[in-house]
């Protein structure tokens, strides 16, 4: 049975149920996820043109990679931020539209504004997810040291390595977020 049948049967329509509100863990999450991958790509694109142009030793790539990482954190705290306005302000809008649209008045959750143990529980779950692949990347930067790589190599493995880690961690966190776990 599909929602729309499900909503005819009980004589309810989907306008007078709000979605209950993201949580907090959930939009960090979001947020984290954009950030991280923004400015990995934005270093990316700085750094592979170099290491195509010359040779790798010439390739000047430690201070593109702190202002990633630098970038990554800061922009993971204003998309936060940014992100809980535009709940708060979209979600007054949304029971606005309702309450019109059907006629009474709609009640909206308020934002819980703790962490609770779903958030907790989903945390460590895309964390373990997080930490298998940070550990292939450590003991591939292990490697490369073994091997006397240039420590472009070895940085590079373990930004490039720790950076697919923690966008696959996010992509974990939001599923179970969606779908449960």
Known sequence: MTDQERSADSGT???SEPRAPMSYGERYVWAQGLALGLSGAAYLAVVIPRAIAGPIADVSWVTPMLWAIGAGIVGTIALTI???IGSEVSGAVG???RSSLTGRTVERE????EEDVRDRDIGAYGDRHTMYIMSCGALGALVLAMLDADTFWIGNALFVLGLIA???GCGVKIRAYRRGF
Request: hydrophobic share 70%; charged share 5%; no cysteine.
């Open 13 to 15: 329509s989907e306008l």
């Open 82 to 84: 940014l992100i809980a």
């Open 95 to 97: 029971v606005a539209l």
């Open 110 to 113: 308020a934002p819980v504004h």
């Open 166 to 168: 923690t966008l696959w």
